[in-house]
C-alpha cells in the first residue's frame, strides 16, 4: 500500500479574478502518512478549511496534483471521482448539519441509502458506527435532544459509517468544552491509527495538539512550519483528577 495515503504537489487554488481575487492556496506540497494524526493550525483565512475540501473533494483545485492512495483524481471521470471519495473519504464538519426530523440512527444510515443501500442493512450499520462513538444508547433520540458533544459524535459515526481510509475534520471541537472536547479527540485518534487510515483536523484549540503525530502551521495559503510530535495521553488536568479519585 502507498505510503502515503494523502500526497499534495503544488496545489493552488483561488477564488474571484483580477484585483478581487483571493489566493486561497499558494502552491501547497504536502504528505500524510498512514496511521498519522495530523493537524493544519493558523489563522482564519489562512487556506486551512479550502485545502481539506480540496482533499474532500468538496472543492476542486485550479491547479497541481492531489493523490489519495496513489489515486490521481484528476485524472478520473467526474463520476469515477464521485465513486472513489464515497468509499474512501469521510469528512467531519464544524457544524454538525444533522437533520432535525431524523433519529441519530437515521442521521447516520442516510449517507449509505443515499448510495443505494437497503435500509436494513444501512441502518444496521449506522448501529455499529454509533457504538464505536459511545453512542448505541441513543439510537432513537433525535438531534435537538442531544447535547453539542452527543451531536459532534453522530457526525462523527455518520462520517465513518462507510469506513473510509481518509477521514478530514474541520474545527471538531470548536463548540465542546475541555472534557467532550476530549473524548471526541480520543476517538478520533483511535479511528485515525486503525491499519491504512489517515486523518487530518484543521482547528483553533491548542488543547488538542497532544493527540497529534504532526502539526502544520498554515499562513497566507502556505504551510510555513511543520512540527512532528511524538503522541503520549494528555495528563489529566485538575477536575479530572478529582473526578477521577472520587468514590464510586
Known amino acids: 500500500m502507498d505510503g502515503h495515503p494523502i500526497s499534495l504537489r503544488g496545489v493552488v487554488k483561488t477564488f474571484g479574478e483580477g484585483q478581487a481575487?483571493?489566493?486561497?492556496?499558494r502552491g501547497i506540497n504536502?504528505?500524510?502518512?498512514?496511521?498519522e494524526m495530523f493537524l493544519l493550525i493558523g489563522p482564519s483565512g489562512c487556506g486551512k478549511t479550502t485545502l481539506i475540501s480540496i482533499i474532500a473533494g468538496i472543492l476542486r483545485q485550479d491547479a497541481g496534483e492531489?493523490?489519495?492512495f496513489g489515486e490521481d483524481l484528476r485524472r478520473l471521470s467526474a463520476g469515477a471521482q464521485a465513486d472513489f471519495r464515497a468509499r474512501n473519504v469521510g469528512f467531519v464538519f464544524q457544524q454538525y448539519n444533522l437533520v432535525p426530523t431524523l433519529t441519530a440512527q437515521e442521521n447516520v444510515a442516510l449517507t449509505l441509502m443515499?448510495?443505494?443501500m437497503p435500509?436494513?442493512?444501512?441502518?444496521?450499520?449506522?448501529a455499529e458506527a454509533l457504538f464505536d462513538v459511545e453512542m448505541s444508547d441513543r439510537l432513537?433520540?433525535?438531534?435537538?435532544t442531544l447535547s453539542g458533544g452527543q451531536q459532534q459524535r453522530i457526525a462523527i459515526a455518520r462520517a465513518i459509517v462507510h469506513d473510509p481510509r481518509i477521514l478530514v475534520c474541520d474545527e471538531p471541537t470548536s463548540a465542546l468544552d475541555h472534557e467532550k472536547g476530549r473524548q471526541v479527540m480520543e476517538i478520533l485518534r483511535a479511528i485515525a491509527i486503525r491499519p491504512g487510515r489517515a486523518l487530518m483536523v484543521v482547528t483553533h484549540d491548542n488543547?488538542?495538539?497532544d493527540y497529534s503525530d504532526r502539526i502544520a502551521s498554515m499562513q497566507d495559503g502556505?504551510?510555513?512550519r511543520m512540527v512532528r510530535r511524538r503522541f503520549t495521553t494528555p495528563e489529566p488536568d485538575a477536575a479530572d483528577a478529582l473526578h477521577a479519585n472520587a468514590p464510586l
Open 119 to 126: 435500509r436494513r442493512l444501512a441502518m444496521g450499520r449506522a
Open 114 to 116: 443515499i448510495g443505494g
Open 66 to 68: 492531489v493523490r489519495l
Open 222 to 224: 502556505h504551510i510555513i
Open 207 to 209: 488543547r488538542v495538539y
Open 30 to 35: 504536502l504528505d500524510v502518512a498512514a496511521g
Open 140 to 144: 432513537e433520540a433525535m438531534p435537538n
Open 21 to 25: 481575487a483571493v489566493h486561497a492556496l
